[in-house]
């Protein structure tokens, strides 16, 4: 026998639709300057970290998430030592990236800091690589900061809340800021890569087909892919972006995999990759008539746009 | 201003994971010989047909679930004709069924006529499949037909609830029956493609690689695929199995489409596919290192195991 | 065996409450030139009116808010025949009038027809009551109305929304209302009643001291008292005010019901009402200290102050 | 601006009915050999005890119950000295005892001392009467307990769970369990008070009448009466008995709580005790009509009787 739940943590994922955990406990509830944070221990996915009521992060499934922003452009990338990361405060995106043997240096940059802290604290998974001393950790915002410094990068890594227009990132989603911040800061061969919104057979004509399009009038070679995430309850999206060709054939992936990287990835090999980069029809057709870009000047208010859509909202 | 939504449809899809819709309206309930449905309007997904307290088949995306079903086994045969589906008492897989110029007959025998004259009755969308004149429909136990009858078929279809032990469905899923009464009916070439469960990072194991396997010990080929179908808030899985090869490129998937089925599918295309049947790292992994066989005799009882999987209730 | 609820009406009482009804179906949804409203029958309550996203009034305990509206004022006066009702559209408070022998006429005055006549329609209970020719249903502003018209009436009831500061009702519950357009339009020994807002343990300082104090500034008697409704998961209460005593013996009462009242009542008598009007220590305690006046010039603006308590949104 | 809060504590008060608290944490989850015991932080009702599901005391009200529970029959009784209470591991019945100046004993007899140790360690409130000298804490079944000692009590308190058939405490509540045990272990003059389920205009049927009816076979005098909890959503009843008149005016109650009880209630006085006991018109009519006695021969299983009303399942 086993009793009804009685204690649950509920987000609405669009106005008309729930998705509800049952909880063990709440581990922290709190506010930093930016943003209100909570730490739950779910039933369903494990620890889960929810920032400003949407939920971010969840133990059992976050490796989905992180190796899918991470590997596909380390591995494509012929050989990545220095990477800069937008936001990621939670410090999952730097323990992926932290595996990768050819690393010397990663930057990372979140703009609060007190999410730092509370991830340090709390998240036993990335409490080596908070250590490690290859990582250099900066409180800023990510534009700011990736102006100011001269040093160029093999990889750039956007790991930041959706581009909701009048949100705390939707300038690090422009066209101008891809092409007068982020392109003159890859080194040659670099790779820039973000993750790109819920990416869905009806979610993805939120965010993800217009990260692509502006990607695409930066960059010579885009490749938008996706993976399904449970506690997500959808298809999350991807879009990977340089100057150079990032073409590997899966055999090549799995080589370069057990090559470069310590310990062995749970969700991402050569087969996933080719799978996640094929996108089915809809979401193809999607991107081959999408036609805005995002602006600064040209900022389209959507009502409602991205609500529920908010994946990250380390403000960088 | 958008107000709260109050009236709310809530499925359990595991004991610590709920699904939440806000309704519209509440269009039928009623109970058959076999089970309980409700009609329900919902405001994310459209119509909704609940079948024993689980969502089976959302207006919005209802055509992944079908066109998955039906559309890879009858491009994969060189020219199907005629089709026996067991379950399908919906229409939806009849309707799918029909758009193919090469199909001369449609069996379809589910074993609850209430829910069949339901779904007659309710599901626009379904009702031309329902007159068509090479549609057969009868009432019966989806086993006892096929023994009974002489005929064979190049395709036949399980679109069947999930099989729990104990469930109305189970046998149709052993290996003996795969053997003994599904293979025999099968005509030189033929195909057998049945609905497999959830199959997501973690809920594959609950049936599917168990579907996988035991349809393995039966035929010379067998390929499973899977698809995200948002109203079910996971990936759903599928297995084609034939003692024929079942290999078509991209390219010769999308020609046959283009010649053989009317009007153009939503989901489904020949690059589709190839992402559908490349299966992620994990689920490949579980499919390797399977060993269970679904068999009469043997058939362990797994406290709780397909809670939430039950996808179709259509006792055949 | 029972089988799970899958449908809800969930109701926010307050911000951190919530009251859930499992829903049999959504009989009507729509929206009035001056609020949404919608008839579902319910489990536990059977067809239930919720009016811009609150339970007005369930059937089958309706009869608790109604017959401790009307009975106690009329049994009071020594012989009722004129009333003036302000809101009331649902109809059941004339239903209660009209029961008293006594009652000649009786004008109910409610801003929203579409809200009347969907009741009229939907309400079978008070389908009689609407045909009754001692009825004059009057669509207009219940203050307007009752200042253009030169008539007194033996009872005046208010069965108005609560005086939400900001909300549709206010201005019907401040002490210049009482005082110019109320009490004028009292015959002699008139009484006035109105519905008080929630009186629980907690609850009752949102606006039921607030009105009692404010009447007790007009009128020389004043009388609160309360009662359970189960479908509002509080007490009530209701207020009646008079510059003559209202003081009979539970006796008194059950004989004038006897012999005014047709039928039989299902809540109230005499011993009910001695209970009812005997309040417990706290609320009696808060009566005693409440020094705050309804005003139309020092409306105090109470942040979320009556979130939840909006019982009539009948705007009159 | 207030977020949608995202947890909750869901309770179903029946089968179609819940009642859902917004949550600040959940203080403690554990179990003890007897049952299922969690500590919530609640928003709308504080610090609330919940055992195997159902909520037994919320810090901001059970002030309600349990003066409600204890004083009437101590005020009563000319002078009660020694008390006996089965059940009340929380702790709260004990202090509202020990605030009387009467009091020379307390006898407290529940089963499950991990509750009481939990209750101990968590409840503030009580931790003051858990240290009084005056109480005596005993681990027992309480009618082992009661049947074993010699001593004879001015009050025996019942704080139970509901007479459940089958339930825990079934037999607590039997005709012979006051005739051959309670009854003969109370002084002259003693009187019996228990709690007694809900007493709503509807819930009142429950076990309310029973209770009433069964200790009206066995005590000359029996006052039942009932008040609201609003963290049940529900009124509750109680019911005294004994062999000697119990009949004081509000202002002896008064007097007597002003002489006798140290500090001030909250909720009780004279008048709130005339109210509690003057029960509504429906009520009084199920107690007039009620003809089932509690037996332990003839129990009566009725299905799903008292779902949801099982308030104290403290195993006495």
């Known amino acids: 026998y086993s009793q009804r739940k009685s204690c649950w943590y509920e987000e609405e994922i669009e106005e ?11 581990l922290h509830t709190g506010a930093t300057q930016f943003q209100d944070i909570q730490l739950l221990d779910t039933k369903p996915f494990g620890k889960a ?3 400003d009521g949407k939920l971010q992060s969840a133990e059992i499934d976050e490796f989905i998430y992180h190796e899918s922003l991470v590997h ?37 940059c979140d703009i609060d800091e007190e999410v730092v802290e509370f991830c340090k604290s709390y998240l036993a998974a990335n409490s080596e690589a908070f250590c490690d001393p290859r990582l250099e950790l900066i409180i800023n915002d990510a534009r700011a900061e990736l102006e ?4 160029k990068y093999d990889v750039i890594i956007g790991d930041l809340a959706d581009p909701l227009e009048g949100g705390p990132c939707y300038q690090l989603y422009t066209k101008t800021f891809y092409e007068l911040t982020v392109k003159p800061k890859l080194m040659q ?6 993750q790109a919104g819920p990416a869905g057979v009806f979610s993805h004509t939120e965010v993800f087909t217009c990260i692509f399009n502006t ?17 997500y309850a959808d298809i999350w999206g991807w879009v990977m972006a340089s100057d150079y060709p990032i073409t590997l054939s899966p055999d090549e992936l ?11 990835n749970r969700y991402l090999d050569g087969k996933t990759f080719v799978s996640a980069s094929t996108l089915s029809k809809a979401v193809r057709k999607s991107l081959d008539v999408e036609t805005h870009v995002y602006t600064e000047g040209a900022a389209r208010f959507i009502y409602g746009h991205g609500h529920g859509s908010t994946h990250k909202n380390d403000h960088a």
Chains 1, 2, 3, 4 share one sequence.
């Open 72 to 108: 596909p452009a380390l591995l494509h990338h012929p050989n990545p030592k220095t990477i800069f990361v937008m936001g990621g405060g939670e410090g999952s995106t730097a323990r992926e990236l932290l595996r990768h043997k050819t690393v010397d240096k990663v930057v990372m």
């Open 148 to 151: 100011k410094r001269e040093d």
């Open 189 to 194: 061969g670099g790779i820039f890569v973000t």
């Open 254 to 264: 799995d080589l370069r995999m057990k090559q470069r990287i310590n310990g062995e």
């Open 215 to 231: 990607l695409k009038q930066v960059f010579k070679y885009v490749v938008p892919y996706s993976a399904h995430i449970p506690s």
């Open 16 to 26: 008309n639709l729930r998705w509800c955990f049952a909880l063990n406990s709440i």
């Open 49 to 51: 970290l929810v920032i």
